[in-house]
């Protein structure tokens, strides 16, 4: 019965060794929608599970990510009982030494190892010879009976022994140095086709299931992670000023999660995952006096929430991605206009690699009709500007991002897209013309200053010219201003506007301008100010 016993508990103690035994997979990603902000991966794996429970290890996971976004999809036969993230798993059952690659280098390892202890142990016994030797060196003919000529066979051997000691030791550590260095590219080779195809990550994912039936599980994860961001760029292209523009809707799409995203289908979305959705409450707003201040909520914050999120589990069958095409630029990607946000869909399979840099990404080309005007500020900038103007916009789904533009076949320099506003037009600067001639001088015999007893009254009277250099006729929008007085004491007065549109409450003064080639317009502007002779406006 003793024995018996003893037999059933090593039996026990084996089988609860081995259902621990954890066991190892590594997730394919398969898809990736990224946001400004984080990408939700997509990835898939198929593992053979027995009977019961099971530890289950999910390698080549993103080092970083929300674990309240984590969603498992498994078979209706599989419970899954628990889910945790980590990037420091290490585990004796981590590498697989069935796999013949691996099996080879750790034979090597183990036989290098043999040959470092071997002369480990003549290099100690070559060294204990030697003190052996050094300790019994100390002799004297008086006190030991020894003559001179057996005195002298005595130092013979002793340098002949003490140099073949030396020199053995010699021969060893250098071959220990050479076993040395046959170990560690050993290792070295061991860490590398222990490594993933994708690029090796520490993320892992540990799986406690329990499985009605034994057989293959196919497993779907999904989950957020920061460690990624996409920004949207353009090529703006444009033959003349009577072409339409040809816009390339581009994005850039950066990466670290630590692992290389390899034939994924790319999704890029406008919105973000991570902002805080809670709509804000206004509380009541109480005016204090500086004395009585005390530190409050300002107006428009309302209570902060945390949006709790569980790990997701659902039993349903693996779905099959339907097989990606190859088309042109022009119908690849899909434009999804959703309430919140707005997607792109990517039909062509994209490698995005895990290091921080940008990946460019060809999301449509576009063909925009285009009236084309130009534009100056002088007082600012004494150049023309040609701008692209664009009706009903919205149309094309623009997102804020940066622009190059090319017209007439040359790079002309860069502009910015701006789609959030509320002017029914989109305004694209396309760059200087130089060709356009503009000044913007001071009159000096039309301006001047006059002190009226306690006030000071300045005039000022400008010119402005502006010359079409150009060989077609051309429209151009001039922009000027006179200033606007803050408070009583100081009075501004227009006195010549030059027949511009005048706008009184910011002081801008229009003018839509006609010019043919060749042709020359001058346009003068006066105004005056008048405040306290014992002030000063450094402004003016």
């Given at each position: 019965m003793k024995n018996t016993s003893l037999i059933l508990l090593a039996l026990f103690v084996s089988a609860t060794a081995f259902a621990q035994k954890p066991i190892f997979t590594a997730a394919k990603i398969k898809a990736a929608t990224v946001y400004f902000n984080a990408a939700e991966l997509t990835q898939s794996t198929s593992i053979n599970l027995p009977a019961g429970s099971s530890e289950i290890v999910i390698k080549n996971i993103a080092n970083h990510l929300n674990q309240n976004t984590i969603q498992i999809t498994a078979p209706s036969s599989v419970t899954i009982l628990s889910v945790q993230f980590t990037n420091n798993y290490i585990s004796e059952f981590e590498i697989d030494k069935s796999n013949p690659i691996i099996k080879k280098v750790t034979d090597s390892i183990n036989l290098v190892k043999k040959e470092i202890n071997k002369i480990r142990i003549q290099t100690l016994a070559n060294s204990q010879a030697i003190l052996l030797l050094d300790g019994n060196q100390n002799v004297s003919g008086a006190n030991t009976g020894l003559n001179v000529a057996e005195l002298m066979k005595l130092v013979d051997y002793y340098k002949t022994k003490r140099t073949e000691?030396?020199?053995?030791?010699?021969?060893?550590?250098?071959?220990?140095?050479?076993?040395?260095?046959?170990?560690?590219?050993?290792?070295?080779?061991?860490?590398?086709?222990?490594?993933?195809?994708?690029?090796s990550s520490s993320g892992k994912l540990i799986l406690q299931v329990m499985n009605d039936v034994a057989g293959i599980v196919p497993l779907d994860i999904s989950y957020i992670t920061n460690s990624a961001t996409w920004k949207p760029f353009y090529d703006l292209r444009a033959q003349s000023i009577k072409n339409p523009i040809n816009m390339m809707y581009k994005a850039q799409v950066f990466q670290n999660s630590g692992m290389d995203w390899k034939k994924v289908k790319l999704t890029l979305s406008s919105g973000n995952p991570n902002q805080n959705n809670q709509a804000p409450q206004l509380q009541p707003w109480f005016l204090r006096y500086d004395d009585d201040y005390i530190k409050v909520a300002p107006a428009g914050s309302g209570p902060k929430t945390e949006m709790l999120q569980e790990t997701v589990v659902t039993a349903t069958k693996e779905k099959k991605m339907d097989a990606i095409s190859n088309s042109s630029i022009s119908t690849y990607t899909a434009i999804n206009e959703n309430q919140l946000n707005v997607s792109f869909d990517i039909d062509i399979p994209y490698d995005i690699l895990s290091n921080w840099k940008a990946h460019s990404v060809a999301l449509?080309?576009?063909?925009?009709?285009?009236?084309?005007?130009?534009?100056?500020?002088?007082?600012?900038?004494?150049?023309?500007?040609?701008?692209?103007?664009?009706?009903?916009?919205?149309?094309?789904?623009?997102?804020?991002?940066?622009?190059?533009?090319?017209?007439?076949?040359?790079?002309?320099?860069?502009?910015?897209?701006?789609?959030?506003?509320?002017?029914?037009?989109?305004?694209?600067?396309?760059?200087?013309?130089?060709?356009?001639?503009?000044?913007?001088e001071k009159i000096a015999d039309k301006s001047?200053?006059?002190?009226?007893?306690?006030?000071?009254?300045?005039?000022?009277?400008?010119?402005?010219?502006?010359?079409?250099?150009?060989?077609?006729?051309?429209?151009?929008?001039?922009?000027?201003?006179?200033?606007?007085?803050?408070?009583?004491?100081?009075?501004?007065?227009?006195?010549?506007?030059?027949?511009?549109?005048?706008?009184?409450?910011?002081?801008?003064?229009?003018?839509?301008?006609?010019?043919?080639?060749?042709?020359?317009?001058?346009?003068?502007?006066s105004y005056k100010v008048k405040y306290p002779k014992d002030k000063n406006i450094s402004n003016l």
């Open positions: 000691l030396d020199m053995t030791l010699a021969e060893l550590r250098e071959k220990e140095t050479i076993w040395d260095k046959k170990l560690t590219a050993l290792n070295n080779k061991l860490e590398f086709n222990t490594k993933n195809e994708e690029k449509k080309e576009i063909k925009i009709p285009t009236t084309y005007k130009y534009y100056t500020a002088p007082k600012a900038d004494k150049d023309a500007f040609l701008l692209a103007e664009i009706n009903d916009y919205s149309k094309y789904n623009l997102l804020h991002g940066e622009a190059n533009i090319i017209f007439e076949g040359m790079y002309v320099g860069k502009t910015t897209i701006n789609p959030n506003q509320t002017a029914d037009t989109l305004k694209l600067s396309m760059g200087r013309d130089k060709k356009i001639a503009i000044t913007h001047g200053t006059k002190f009226l007893s306690s006030y000071k009254e300045q005039t000022f009277t400008y010119e402005i010219t502006v010359k079409n250099n150009k060989k077609e006729d051309i429209e151009i929008t001039l922009q000027d201003q006179y200033p606007l007085s803050t408070d009583k004491e100081t009075i501004v007065e227009l006195i010549d506007s030059g027949k511009a549109k005048v706008n009184q409450e910011t002081g801008i003064l229009n003018w839509n301008l006609k010019l043919s080639s060749n042709e020359t317009k001058k346009i003068r502007i």
